[in-house]
């Protein structure tokens, strides 16, 4: 009997490299060692390996351009994801068209109708934060061309995606704010449909619960900007039951608080804790410097196009999720 042709997958697999290793070192990239190309070149040989002509026609007819959604630049946890795609692609041989939704539904929709006329072979996106309905994304879909979404998912495509750890970054936050003295914590949160609002949220939420602090509705707010943030916090630090911490979904957010604070006198971190979430270059311009939880935006990036770039290699017998760690950053608006 024949034994069944093997696939670049199986290679990665044997050899516990990834599939793009793989099909970079078949093609002599010179990015990937001599060494390893030898030994993938061996391995294949010796196992009769055969490329997918199908899948090389399929290659060659396409651009080698991919399509980059990002909600806004300004913000750097973006800008560290983009930096982490273009040099991911700049290794790969592939271009990259990027363009800014602005949190406008749609403008992503203008986006993505021009990378369909554009001819892109793939896709990597972050929700904008109006976006609640995925048509637009489904016509790509229909199109073959793949998806990767990241930051801000799309849960209700089958797709691929990479996050970073929401949940687990939230609860290590708020649970070190409870262990340095704060007892009534607010959440200030961006728009509940979001996954990462969410997770946030739930992070939020069982790390008060494990400390039997109650929550209720005023302690959870929609606030997820500078201004807003600004706005709303003058009124309840000077209210009967005042917080004493509070954990922003993102650094703009627990900056707006800390001038807040200062606005109404408060002291920053001796009255009030502030946490933000991202680590960009706003939590260390502030006075005191931000505590917050770091996201590796350059990881998440470059994680992003190593798995839209199996799904363009063929290499997508099973989607490929990832998950990026957090970690909690201490400065001086924590105890």
């Known amino acids: 009997m024949n034994k069944p042709q093997i696939t670049i997958k199986d290679i990665a697999r044997a050899l516990n490299v990834s599939p793009s290793t793989v099909s970079r070192a078949l093609k002599d990239n010179p990015d990937i060692s001599q060494e390893t190309r030898n030994l993938i070149h061996a391995y294949a040989k010796e196992h009769n390996y055969k490329p997918n002509v199908l899948a090389v026609n399929l290659r060659a007819s396409r651009s080698n351009t991919i399509g980059v959604i990002v909600p806004q630049l300004v913000h750097h946890f973006f800008s560290c994801v983009l ?14 068209l990027v ?16 990378f369909l006329a554009a001819r892109v072979c793939g896709v990597i996106a972050s929700l904008a934060k109006d976006t609640s309905q995925y048509d637009h994304y489904q016509e790509l879909l229909n199109n073959n061309i793949p998806i990767v979404f990241y930051d801000r998912i799309c849960t209700g495509l089958k797709t691929e995606r990479v996050v970073v ?33 969410k997770n946030r949220r739930n992070g939020y939420l069982d790390a008060m619960k494990k400390y039997k602090i ?14 807003r943030a600004i706005a709303i916090t003058p009124d309840i630090l000077e209210g009967s039951n005042h917080p004493d911490g509070f ?13 807040a604070c200062k606005l109404v006198g ?8 502030i946490c933000g979430f991202t680590d960009g270059a706003i939590a260390q311009s502030t006075d005191p410097k931000l505590t917050t939880v770091e996201q590796h935006g350059e990881e998440v990036g470059k994680s992003a196009f190593s798995i839209l770039i199996d799904k363009l290699e063929g290499n997508d017998e099973r989607s490929s999720n990832k998950i990026v760690r957090t970690n909690l950053v201490v400065r001086g608006t924590t105890k």
């Open 99 to 114: 363009a800014q939704s602005n949190e406008s539904y749609e403008q992503e929709v203008k986006i993505v109708h021009s």
């Open 214 to 227: 109650p929550v209720d509705d005023s302690m959870i707010m929609l606030c997820d900007t500078r201004e």
């Open 83 to 96: 930096s982490g795609i273009e040099k991911a692609a700049g290794k790969a041989g592939y271009n990259i």
């Open 165 to 197: 750890d929401d949940y687990a970054g939230s609860f290590a936050a708020v649970e070190y704010m409870i262990q340095t003295g704060c007892k009534r914590i607010l959440f200030y949160g961006a728009a509940p449909h979001l996954e990462i609002t």
């Open 247 to 259: 954990f922003a979904i993102n650094d703009e957010t627990a900056s707006g608080i800390l001038y």
């Open 266 to 273: 408060k002291r920053v971190p001796d009255e009030v804790s």
